[in-house]
């Protein structure tokens, strides 16, 4: 059983990340009724646990989901987009909770999120 303190410290580090990432887009144009995409990033180097990851994500969402081998740095990468939606910093932090829980259960890597305004 893999150890449920990285998952608490995965997602505290994530949110942490989340109000200073939700803060610059505030400051950047980001209003109650902006819609934006946001790009997330998944990495393994075991192509079995992105593919597990990639039928999850595909069952519980609608996102754009593609799966690479980056042979450069030898691994697995599952590159994602959601759809445009409005967020508020608590939505932001309730995702990043359940991303951050997937790939905990599914021995990968989350790599964080981006966006554009």
Known sequence: MRDNIKLKEQIDYQIKMNKISFEK???NGLSDTSKIIIDFFYY??????LQKLKYILYEETDYDIELHLDIELEVWVLTGQTKPTKISLEILNQWIEWMCTVWYNNWCDFDGWGTEL
């Open 25 to 27: 887009l505030l400051e």
């Open 44 to 49: 393994s180097k075991n192509e079995k646990s």
